[in-house]
């Protein structure tokens, strides 16, 4: 199954760091961030001050980061 970024962007992988979005988008998304070197760029610039108020990150946010580059990473399409 190929995964097109203009069906899943940057708003919805940022939905899915965020936790609002269901499980089947989540594990879309997840195929994307493995396949797809733009969606793996996007997580790359997600920063964890995105995630928080600038003094402090939401545990669950960060996870959800830190899955996604893993993903990313492990695919070889995150440059770090």
Do not use: F
């Not at 970024?5 to 936790?19: E, F, H, P, S, W």
């Not at 089947?24 to 793996?40: G, Y």
């Not at 760029?41 to 893993?70: A, N, P």
């Amino acid at each position: 199954m190929t995964h097109v970024l203009a069906v899943y962007g940057k708003d919805d992988i940022v939905n899915y760091v965020l936790g609002s979005i269901d499980d089947e988008e989540k594990s879309d998304i997840e195929s994307l961030v493995q396949s797809d070197p733009r969606a793996a760029g996007i997580v790359r610039d997600i920063e964890k001050d995105h995630l928080g108020d600038g003094e402090t990150v939401d545990l669950l946010y960060y996870r959800r980061l830190k899955k996604l580059k893993s993903l990313a990473s492990s695919a070889r399409l995150l440059q770090e």
